[in-house]
């Protein structure tokens, strides 16, 4: 389950890159109006898949929501996924 954490995470801090990219470059200095509707919809399936995973570690009891929270509030803010995913890394090869 962390495996799967560990990549949505990082598919999830990339994608956002992408997006945030497509939304100030493309769409606000290029004015292509259409710039963000597909890598925002990729994102927002990433972010989904993402938040389904963090639930089901909440309801099998092997994160708290310290653990949670901090893993989503790296979701939402640009590169924190990418200094996030050593502590996940680290935290998978423990439980192996």
């Not at 399936?45 to 901090?70: D, E, H, P, Y």
């Not at 640009?78 to 680290?90: H, V, Y």
């Amino acid at each position: 389950m962390l495996r799967l954490i560990r990549i949505s995470s990082l598919l999830d801090g990339i994608s956002f890159l992408v997006l945030l990219y497509c939304s100030i470059y493309e769409k606000r200095i290029l004015g292509n109006e259409e710039a963000i509707r597909i890598p925002g919809m990729i994102h927002g399936g990433i972010f989904s898949i993402l938040l389904l995973l963090v639930i089901a570690m909440l309801v099998t009891k092997k994160w708290g929501l310290n653990r949670a929270g901090q893993v989503m509030l790296c979701a939402l803010i640009p590169f924190a996924p990418f200094f996030l995913d050593p502590s996940l890394k680290r935290e998978q090869q423990a439980t192996s």
